[in-house]
T-cell receptor, first 113, second 112 residues
Framework: GESVGLHLPTLSVQEGDNSIINCAYS??????FIWYKQESGKGPQFIID?????DKRQGQRVTVLLNKTVKHLSLQIAATQPGDSAVYFC????????????FGAGTQVVVTP | EAQVTQNPRYLITVTGKKLTVTCSQN?????MSWYRQDPGLGLRQIYY???????DKGDVPEGYKVSRKEKRNFPLILESPSPNQTSLYFC???????????FGSGTRLTVV
């Protein structure tokens, strides 16, 4: 899961298994959430998003779940592949006029053969 | 496809020597922003710009300046860099219709 600090949480997953990455967001009024993937040496890339009026959204091999009661977001990756090895972090759109995104610290996913 | 181009990709400099990191976009988006990324701290916003000549501070603006004289460019200026500004920097853009950001490839800055 997410944490703020010097050490990035690491999730080790065997190739072919499903991955679940967790994120606790901060503002109960946030109305939009995004998951990003960042591979080594690259900028963050959009994976999937979800609005606060939904509790689940599916993409290709990825599913995002939103639990507003406990301010929790998760990303599920089905049949994890070596190319899924990266840092994943969530972002929440704060409830202001211009849509600032606040990012979590990230989770390192390592896919083992 | 939205493209965000940052230069340079890597930079090593000495304390106090002014430097500029450039960011340009090809999408005519109004919103541009600079972030720094440090281990375990995630992405923290330095400055953002809503449009030409409209800029404002983010969460960690100390030691940085920006300018937005034209829509496509949003340079980040370090007038007197210090070692605590050693970091990975990202420029991001967003259009009015979208809520997500498109990021550049990053600039790794080391200040010695």
């Amino acid at each position: 899961g997410e944490s703020v600090g010097l050490h990035l949480p690491t999730l080790s997953v065997q190739e072919g298994d499903n991955s679940i990455i967790n994120c606790a967001y901060s503002n109960s009024a946030s109305d939009y959430f995004i998951w990003y993937k960042q591979e080594s040496g690259k900028g963050p890339q959009f994976i999937i998003d979800i609005r606060s009026n939904m509790d689940k959204r599916q993409g290709q091999r990825v599913t995002v779940l939103l639990n507003k009661t406990v301010k929790h977001l998760s990303l599920q990756i089905a049949a994890t592949q070596p190319g899924d090895s990266a840092v994943y972090f969530c972002a929440e759109k704060l409830p202001d006029s211009w849509g600032k995104l606040q990012f979590g610290a990230g989770t390192q996913v390592v896919v083992t053969p | 496809e939205a493209q965000v181009t940052q230069n340079p990709r890597y930079l090593i400099t000495v304390t106090g020597k002014k430097l500029t990191v450039t960011c340009s976009q090809n999408m005519n988006h109004e919103y541009m922003s600079w972030y720094r990324q440090d281990p375990g701290l995630g992405l923290r916003q330095i400055y953002y710009s809503m449009n030409v000549e409209v800029t404002d501070k983010g969460d960690v603006p100390e030691g940085y300046k920006v300018s937005r004289k034209e829509k496509r460019n949003f340079p980040l200026i370090l007038e007197s860099p210090s070692p605590n500004q050693t970091s990975l920097y990202f420029c991001a853009i967003r259009d009015r219709a979208s809520l997500g950001y498109t990021f550049g490839s990053g600039t790794r800055l080391t200040v010695v």
